[in-house]
């Protein structure tokens, strides 16, 4: 059995070298680097191709590109959270100890993704369509041709027409689906104005309960919300949600929701 990532974490700062250990000793600073973890892996080791490695990159490089992260000189939906959350002495000591671990061989190891951030815990319930409210429609004209409905259940309406956060209990689904065409190739539209829709082609979940943002690194913690990512067929993808954690954390004002004033005007004009 594996050792999990705080664990891991413990036995690997045990071998950074004495100059950088004082801050990385932190239980502050374990969790920066369980927050690091989630991409770069545990011992500077990406979980996919896409992310750089950083075991083994010289501190200065790495120093410089944090620092680039935290003053905005350079942009990524993630980066751009998670550094301008750390202090200089956690962006030099983070530097520090990535530069001491020792580099894959070849560069093409690749850590697990770290469980606390895997997607698993949303499902979409078969009933949606009749449990849900849809609180904005919109169209995707060629090349596209799909329409993608938001959906809220009625928790997250009742609290958005009070005017409070979403609370424990509220779930957001965004369903997309290919246009039905007409006979000369263009979508069809409906009385409502909007393309009628036709076959599925994916789904986006976003959900929250009691308890399921505990075990998310706290850089990208966005409280208690968890989300998911569907196939067509409502079979979950396989993968990390660091990416929406990342990305949903700028909207915290919002109860990390993009389309939170349409929910709002939506629940308000049905009440």
Not at 48 to 59: E, F, M, R, V, Y
Not at 128 to 143: G, H, I, L, Q
């Amino acid at each position: 059995m594996k050792a999990p990532i705080h664990l891991a974490l413990v036995l690997v700062l045990a071998t950074v070298p004495l100059r950088t250990q004082g801050a990385e000793s932190d239980p502050a600073m374990l969790s920066k680097l369980e927050s690091c973890a989630v991409c770069h892996g545990a011992n500077g080791i990406s979980v996919a191709d896409g992310i750089p490695n950083l075991a083994g990159q010289k501190a200065n490089y790495l120093r410089g590109q944090l620092s680039a992260f935290k003053n905005g000189t350079r942009k990524n939906d993630i980066m751009s959270v998670v550094a301008p959350q750390l202090s200089d002495d956690e962006i030099q000591a983070l530097a520090a100890y990535f530069a001491s671990r020792q580099g894959a061989p070849n560069g093409e190891a690749r850590s697990e993704t770290p469980p606390q951030v895997a997607m698993g815990k949303i499902s979409i319930p078969d009933d949606y369509r009749s449990r849900f409210t849809v609180y904005r429609t919109t169209d995707f004209s060629a090349p596209r041709n799909q329409v993608r409905f938001n959906y809220a259940n009625e928790t997250a309406l009742v609290a958005a027409r009070a005017g409070r956060p979403l609370p424990d209990g509220s779930f957001i689904l965004v369903a997309t689906f290919s246009a039905a065409l007409g006979s000369d190739g263009n979508p069809v539209k409906g009385p409502d104005g909007h393309f009628v829709p036709k076959d599925p082609v994916n789904f986006n979940a976003m959900a929250r309960e009691a308890g399921w943002g505990d075990a998310i690194p706290a850089l990208l913690r966005d409280e208690n919300w968890n989300f998911g990512t569907f196939k067509a067929d409502r079979t979950s993808n396989a993968g990390s949600q660091a990416t929406c954690l990342g990305c949903h954390r700028g909207q915290a004002g919002a109860s990390y929701l993009f389309s939170h004033k349409e929910l709002t005007d939506a629940a308000k004009k049905a009440n």
